[in-house]
T-cell receptor, first 112, second 114 residues
């Protein structure tokens, strides 16, 4: 059974609209991450969290917010979606910062 | 700037051959180094990792070498197989203390031809 799940798996959004991507993990991990994947850029870290009710900025946080209401759940919020945010988004979890990361299946977001 | 730089974005090797993927990093504090494998339309999975207290780790056909003085680590794949065809992502991070995270390279697409 998948330990990191993401919803939705794909989404089409309009420019300027609000988008919320959700991630749920059953690994009992403290660390959770949001990455975006673009061709030629690999995985870039947007936000991450190592404890509930607290989030940290990653390498490319502009235009994104994150929310960690519980150990199991981590959301990525695009308040005003833009064309440049079209990408595949991966959520991941790990027991601690220097440990193996377990990735969700990804969410393909298209902003029109 | 990019903290982990991965060279050779695309490589082709014949089945049975040996392949070397390279990664350079900038941060002296990095003490954890990993290689992830990603198939198209799938999520990345950990292939092999090593901590800075060793300079080599082997797991079957896969070996990671770490050169701390040169801020460089590499993945060697022997006896390449068609199922090795994938994108390989290197990652590194400073893992001490809370709030640590990994930086990923841009990925290298490997094709193993029959």
């Amino acid at each position: 059974e998948a330990a990191v799940t993401q919803s939705p798996r794909s989404k089409v959004a309009v420019t300027g609209g609000k988008v919320t991507l959700s991630c749920h993990q059953t690994n009992n991990h403290d660390y959770m991450y949001w990455y975006r994947q673009d061709t030629g850029h690999g995985l870039r870290l947007i936000h991450y969290s190592y404890v509930a009710d607290s989030t940290e900025k990653g390498d490319i946080p502009d235009g994104y917010k994150a929310s960690r209401p519980s150990q199991e759940n981590f959301s990525l919020i695009l308040e005003l979606a833009s064309l440049s945010q079209t990408a595949v988004y991966f959520c991941a979890s790990s027991l601690w910062g220097g440990d193996e990361q377990y990735f969700g299946p990804g969410t393909r977001l298209t902003v029109l | 700037g990019q903290q982990v730089k991965q060279s050779s974005p695309s490589l082709t090797v014949q089945e049975g051959g040996i392949l070397i993927l390279n990664c350079d990093y900038e941060n002296d504090m990095f003490d954890y180094f990993a290689w992830y494998k990603k198939y198209p339309d799938n999520s990345p999975t950990l292939l092999i990792s090593v901590r800075s207290n060793v300079d080599k780790r082997e797991d079957g056909r896969f070996t990671v070498f770490l050169n701390k003085s040169g801020k460089h680590f590499s993945l060697h794949i022997t006896a390449s197989q068609p199922e090795d065809t994938a994108v390989y992502l290197c990652a590194a991070g400073a893992t001490q203390g809370t709030g640590s995270k990994l930086s990923f390279g841009k990925g290298a697409k490997l094709t193993v031809s029959p």
